[in-house]
């Protein structure tokens, strides 16, 4: 399975050094994300833990956005990513390197095709039917360009749905909202939905023991067991939680039109 999320920057690493890119070219990039609000192309991701992640496509923008962060640390946070679940990461970076190979045969195709055009000129004019056939294959990759930003701007701010009332405080959503409700809910702090089913899954088993009395007591109470020595940590830290307040203080949650 495949999630589109906003993930936290400082949550994400990796594993290509940054002096592998050219810091001009990073400068520019973290500029232009800062200016038009996330990047393009999001980053392709795969969880390593809770609320940890790894870049598998994307290096270049990754630091972009680590340098975006720097520049302006609010609004810079979040970057938008694609996270995969295991079950399908060997895919997904078999899709990435075909998609790879064929950009850089176009690349390399369309530079032939231009310095064999070019060579012509200097001795003829280019012929009106290719200069034609140049200018419509350059105004198609405009406009596919243009259609995956307005698919991608679509996606990120389209409105999430909840079913319950939309003035329930933090505290209250935690002891009222069903299963689901509460999937969604924590998916907009950037749960994943597998780790996202299994918190929701521990608020209502405590809950039906005892009602959570503050959200404190949630922090302290809600705990899952993770990697292999099945340690039990806190599912949600104090400070997910603040982050928790500030999203779903900010999020308009309207009822679900039946």
């Known amino acids: 399975m495949i999630d589109f999320y906003l993930v936290d920057v400082k949550s994400i690493s990796s594993d290509v050094p940054r002096s592998n890119f050219s810091e001009s070219n990073l400068e520019k990039l973290a500029d232009s994300i800062l200016a038009s609000g996330g990047i393009i192309k999001p980053l392709v991701l795969k969880e390593t833990g809770v609320e940890e992640f790894s870049v598998i496509d994307g290096h270049l923008e990754y630091y972009a956005a680590v340098k975006a962060r720097e520049k302006n640390p609010r609004q810079g946070e979040m ?106 809910r924590l998916k907009t702090v950037n749960y994943p939905e597998k780790r996202a089913i299994e918190v929701a899954e521990k608020i209502e088993k405590e809950r039906s023991n005892q009602a959570f009395t503050s959200l404190a ?22 400070k997910k939680m603040l982050q928790i307040v500030d999203t779903w203080s900010e999020i308009s949650f309207n009822k679900e039109q039946h």
């Open 217 to 238: 007591d949630i922090v302290e109470r809600i705990k899952l067991k993770v990697g292999k020595s099945k340690k039990e940590t806190k599912a949600i830290s104090e």
């Open 79 to 184: 970057v938008n990513a694609f996270v995969i679940s295991p079950k399908v990461e060997d895919l997904v970076i078999e899709q990435t390197a075909l998609l790879k190979n064929t950009e850089l045969n176009t690349t390399q195709n369309y530079e032939q095709e231009v310095k064999a055009s070019t060579s012509k000129t200097k001795s003829q004019t280019l012929p009106s039917n290719q200069l034609s056939s140049l200018e419509k294959q350059m105004s198609d990759l405009r406009i596919e360009l243009v259609q995956e930003i307005q698919r991608l701007y679509s996606a990120v701010n389209q409105p999430k749905k909840f079913t319950q009332a939309d003035n329930l405080t933090p505290l209250e959503a935690f002891n009222k909202l069903n299963v689901r409700d509460l999937i969604a």
